[in-house]
């Protein structure tokens, strides 16, 4: 899996799906903390929350892929 650049994708489609970062926190079931450190690329999510995040959004998984 990529390590660079998950953020920045999740990001994007986070703010075009019109979620906040706390809403969108909720939503995937993770702290905004821990959502900010992914969005900023200081954290790589695993392979299950890339997967919900995608579903979430309504996206596929490969749209997210850097």
Given at each position: ?66
């Amino acid at each position: 899996m990529e390590t660079l650049n998950w953020g920045r994708r999740i990001r994007a489609f986070r703010k075009l799906k019109g979620y906040t970062q706390e809403s969108f926190a909720k939503e995937i079931g993770v702290s905004v903390s821990v959502l900010g450190e992914i969005e900023r690329d200081t954290r790589i999510p695993d392979e299950q929350l890339i997967g919900h995040i995608a579903s979430v959004l309504s996206i596929s998984i490969d749209e997210l892929r850097p």
